[in-house]
């Protein structure tokens, strides 16, 4: 049966003749369609070269993921909240090397299994079963989101994801059942989370939610709360050595209501509001069961809004809270099809239309800034394997660490050939890679 967790009202007619347990048959047919759904934007990454950053996160798979460097891992105030994608790419660098598409293969996978967590946690939740399945439909599809998965580097988003996801399973178990087991297996995804992303924090108000919505006392929560508030004690303590607390990536005194504000609309832009449009005009009483994704929306952003750099969050980081518009847009996608009964080609024809939409936008526009981005270090390599000697770079976009990590990685060769704020000498060899 439809449960009531995090949902107040019972799921929209159009899904109440759904079969919650379907044939096995039917029920592979329909992950299998997520999945292939779910990779059908990324096709082109698994031919794309490293980008900037990927060079860092490999280096730091090099010099933190191998067990006997924990406790320096431990010690390292702001990659110990990246841990685990960091021990993933140690281990993804041991079995097949330095080439990228085993690593593009573990985001698309990671991509597809999150789409697949988001449609069983969220029946489990009792948001309805033909809802959630559309809900995880856009959000395997949804451009917005596309730089979690096409950057190695954003690795962090997608196992942020998956653990939150875990979590909510198991947490929505106990709440229900009262498990000890579940319970402890809860906190077990709770601490992943929070060693793979620090907005894992937002699991402590959702257990909470949950909670209240199952009447039970707030206690269980409680633990939770001990944890997050020492794990972010943590961060702050070591405030003097944490370099995005340092070099004005992040800070307490930034415009979080703006940038919440101004990142929440770029979220809904344009199928968002579209389905907000039609639910207003065709199906009013629908908002009540949009309760729990815009709360989820709310919470899961708000830990990124603390940034300077940029007036809205950036598309990595909004991984986590777009699982919630997702649910937006199959609500707007149902009432469409509630308002057109007559024409059985409606829901099709919007899944269609999204499908192409989306998957356009991600190989082309997306797919052509990213090979941009990947053009000083596939240059710079690319001079390295065809010169001898010394090369005196007088231009690069981005940061001296990654010119010298695509060379030590890419190559195997010493960093030490690259000569920086030098001017060259006749007859050197110099380069220079502008910002794409």
């Not at 009202?9 to 048959?25: H, K, Q, T």
């Not at 993921?65 to 110990?80: H, K, N």
Request: proline share 6%; glycine share 6%.
């Amino acid at each position: 049966m439809y449960g009531n967790i995090l949902s107040p009202a019972s799921p929209p007619l159009a899904e109440r003749g759904a079969i919650l347990r379907p044939p096995f048959a039917r029920g592979a047919l329909l992950c299998a369609a997520l999945a292939i759904l779910a990779i059908l934007p990324y096709l082109p990454v698994l031919v794309q070269p490293f980008v900037s950053d990927d060079y860092i996160q490999l280096d730091l798979g090099r010099k933190y993921g191998p067990v006997d460097t924990w406790a320096d891992l431990a010690a390292d105030a702001l990659y110990r909240c990246r841990a685990t994608s960091i021990v993933i790419t140690h281990w993804t660098e041991h079995f097949f090397g330095v080439h990228p598409l085993p690593y593009y293969v573990t985001s698309i996978a990671m991509h597809v299994l999150n789409s697949l967590l988001l449609f069983g946690a969220a029946w489990k939740l009792g948001l309805g079963g033909v809802r959630s399945y559309l809900a995880a439909v856009f959000f395997a599809l949804q451009a917005g989101h596309q730089e979690a998965v096409m950057w190695y580097a954003a690795l962090p988003e997608l196992l942020l994801f998956f653990f939150c996801g875990c979590f909510l399973l198991s947490w929505n178990s106990y709440a229900r059942k009262g498990s000890r087991n579940q319970f402890v297996l809860a906190l077990l995804w709770f601490v992943l989370a929070l060693l793979s992303k620090e907005a894992a924090v937002i699991l402590v108000p959702v257990a909470a939610a949950i909670l209240y919505q199952r009447q039970r006392g707030l206690w269980p929560a409680l633990p939770l709360a001990i944890l997050a508030a020492i794990y972010t004690a943590a961060i702050f303590a070591a405030k003097a050595d944490h370099l995005h607390l340092n070099d004005g990536t992040f800070s307490l005194r930034a415009p979080f209501v703006q940038v919440w504000a101004l990142s929440i609309w770029r979220m809904f832009w344009v199928w968002g509001l579209l389905s907000v449009a039609a639910l207003a005009a065709w199906r009013r009483q629908a908002w009540r069961t949009l309760l729990a994704p815009a709360f989820w929306i709310s919470v899961a952003i708000l830990p990124f809004c603390f940034l300077l750099y940029m007036p809205v969050v950036p598309s990595r980081h909004t991984y986590l809270a777009s699982a919630g518009v997702g649910f937006f847009v199959a609500a707007g996608a149902l009432a469409a099809r509630a308002r057109f009964r007559q024409v059985r080609w409606v829901l099709p024809a919007i899944l269609t239309i999204f499908a192409l939409q989306n998957t356009g936008y991600v190989w082309t526009k997306k797919r052509l800034q990213f090979l941009q981005r990947t053009e000083a270090t596939e240059s710079l390599l690319q001079l390295a394997r065809h010169t001898d000697g010394l090369i005196y770079v007088t231009c690069f976009p981005y940061g001296h660490d990654v010119a010298e990590k695509a060379l030590e990685i890419g190559l195997g060769q010493s960093s030490a050939r690259l000569v920086w704020n030098t001017p060259p000498p006749p007859g050197a060899v110099s380069f220079c890679a502008k910002d794409p």
